[in-house]
């Protein structure tokens, strides 16, 4: 499966973004797709997960309340909404894609990535 990733941008504290990925194939339906996230000069973090159905959803502690992640099979996309962002919410968003646990560190497939920077 290919992921590509895009909605990134610059947005002010405390406003609101949405950040897409959207996968190639007809296998896409049958993957967990987590989102993961890297600011410069520190470790990948992991942001979100969701289940193939789509009926489990996993976030990580820093966003858990602000952002939620969601999932159209029939469009081949996983989104996640981010509200109330924060500067420290800034980096480089990743979609990754696994047939393992959602909750697994790790992923077989990475999209390319999008730039979201929050202004103080």
């Known amino acids: 499966v290919q992921l590509q990733a895009s909605g990134g941008g610059l947005v002010q504290a405390g406003g609101s973004l949405r950040v897409s990925c959207a996968g190639s194939g007809r296998t896409f339906s049958t993957y967990n797709i987590g989102w993961f996230r890297q600011a410069p000069g520190k470790e990948r973090e992991f942001v979100a997960a969701i289940s193939w159905s789509g009926g489990i959803t996993y976030y990580g502690d820093s966003v858990k309340g602000r952002f939620t992640i969601s999932r159209d099979n029939a469009k081949n996309t996983v989104y996640l909404q981010m509200n109330s962002l924060k500067p420290e919410d800034t980096g480089v968003y990743y979609c990754?894609?696994?047939?393992?646990?959602?909750?697994?560190?790790?992923?077989?497939?990475w999209g390319q990535g999008t730039q979201v920077t929050v202004s103080s």
């Open positions: 990754a894609a696994t047939r393992q646990g959602a909750t697994t560190p790790n992923y077989d497939y």
